[in-house]
């Protein structure tokens, strides 16, 4: 039997890689769904800002909870605190009367999506279609376009980061979850707050009756470290 040694030049192997390269550049980019859309890597979700400040924001996300939601607002305007409720838009034109309220107390407004979707499971399409939705629901009712957008549940993929970056949306997350939706208690709730406390951070609750049994002392312990509680638009505007 014989054996046969080629021996191929190191330049024919360096031209054939480029060409194997390029022709893999050439098919993603033909095959993927839209034109032009940002990559995974351009546009990450926030869980928290890069602050010197001391500084924290809260956020509510509401698409439930009705009952408890003027008590909270009373307790942030006794408090002299500003937050950011991220608002279903389904529920937005179902309470649009609530709506209003939480706006009217300088709140900032942030989307929710519409019908609080599995938005990791949805396609490009259907993504913008759920931020939209919401988005003009929400317009319609207290005139803001909303910028910030809190995937329900958590969840979120590749097809949902093409679609806030196309709607140029930052997809906001959390750094602590009161996990207050699974009416843990109002002790359990404070001190998850308060001993993961840090500059930056981002709370995320909802409106229960443990939630509001826990922001005054929350709030109160918050204030007298120094930290002021703000919105996430202005926690990540201090961040940049």
């Known amino acids: 039997?014989?054996?046969?040694?080629?021996?191929?030049?190191?330049?024919?192997?360096?031209?054939?890689?480029?060409?194997?390269?390029?022709?893999?550049?050439?098919?993603?980019?033909?095959?993927?769904?839209?034109e032009n859309l940002p990559t995974f890597l351009e546009g990450q979700p926030i869980y928290q800002a890069?602050?010197?400040?001391?500084?924290?924001?809260?956020?509510?996300n509401v698409a439930w909870g009705n009952e408890f939601i003027p008590k909270m607002l009373d307790i942030f305007e006794e408090n002299g605190v500003k937050i950011t409720f991220f608002i279903e838009g389904r529920w937005a034109e179902n309470y649009p009367?609530?709506?209003?309220?939480?706006?009217?107390?300088?709140?900032?407004?942030?989307?929710?999506?519409?019908?609080?979707?599995?938005?990791?499971?949805?396609?490009?399409?259907e993504n913008l279609n759920?931020?939209?939705?919401?988005?003009e629901a929400i317009k319609r009712i207290i005139g803001v376009k909303t910028e910030l957008f809190a995937p329900p549940y958590g969840e979120f993929g590749q097809q949902t980061?093409?679609?806030?970056?196309?709607?140029?949306?930052?997809?906001?997350?959390?750094?602590?979850?009161?996990?207050?939706?699974k009416k843990p208690g109002a002790n359990?709730?404070?001190?998850?707050?308060?001993?993961?406390?840090?500059?930056?951070?981002?709370?995320?609750?909802?409106?229960?009756?443990?939630?509001?049994?826990?922001l005054p002392t929350i709030i109160k312990d918050l204030q007298q470290k120094g930290y002021k509680i703000t919105t996430v638009s202005d926690l990540i505007g201090d961040s940049n």
């Open 97 to 125: 009367d609530l709506l209003k309220l939480i706006h009217s107390k300088g709140h900032e407004i942030g989307n929710h999506g519409y019908s609080h979707a599995h938005h990791s499971k949805l396609s490009f399409d």
């Open 130 to 135: 759920e931020i939209k939705k919401a988005e």
């Open 50 to 60: 890069e602050t010197d400040e001391k500084a924290m924001a809260f956020t509510c």
């Open 188 to 214: 359990y709730i404070i001190n998850k707050v308060i001993k993961n406390a840090g500059n930056g951070k981002i709370v995320l609750m909802h409106p229960t009756q443990d939630t509001i049994t826990a």
């Open 1 to 34: 039997m014989r054996f046969y040694v080629f021996k191929i030049n190191r330049n024919f192997i360096n031209i054939i890689c480029i060409l194997l390269l390029t022709a893999s550049w050439i098919f993603i980019n033909t095959n993927s769904p839209g």
């Open 161 to 181: 980061l093409k679609a806030t970056n196309v709607l140029n949306y930052k997809l906001i997350m959390w750094t602590i979850d009161t996990i207050d939706w």
